[in-house]
Nanobody, 115 residues
Framework: QVQLVESGGGLVQPGGSLRLSCAAS????????MGWYRQAPGKQRELVVS???????KAADSVKGRFAISRDNAKNTVYLQANSLKPEDTAVYYC?????????WGQGTQLTVSS
């Protein structure tokens, strides 16, 4: 059974930082492209950052220079380091694992940026 379990969400003040984690099980983690998506109320889910099996990364323009993704294949875990957080970063953040046409999602974790 495939599981993606996110953790690390919470309430952060503007300008603050947070690290999200996603622990995967039931998949050959190292071959999957891992991504972090987010969905704010009333908006569509959007890709934030992703990292390929080879370590190449992509980031949405809105988070470039502020967010970074990394992976630890030994721990089957992917991380999202979010810095210089803004209120517009408030959303439910979802972990995604993709390989070919196969895609798995985590349950999501809430990140709220507010003073």
């Amino acid at each position: 059974q495939v599981q993606l379990v996110e953790s690390g969400g919470g309430l952060v003040q503007p300008g603050g930082s947070l690290r999200l984690s996603c622990a995967a099980s039931g998949i050959i983690f190292s071959i999957y492209t891992m991504g972090w998506y987010r969905q704010a109320p009333g908006k569509q889910r959007e890709l934030v950052v992703s990292i390929s099996s080879g370590g190449g990364t992509k980031a949405a323009d809105s988070v470039k220079g502020r967010f970074a993704i990394s992976r630890d294949n030994a721990k089957n875990t992917v991380y999202l380091q979010a810095n210089s957080l803004k209120p517009e970063d408030t959303a439910v953040y979802y972990c995604n694992a993709e390989y070919g046409v196969t895609s798995y999602w985590g349950q999501g974790t809430q990140l709220t940026v507010s003073s």
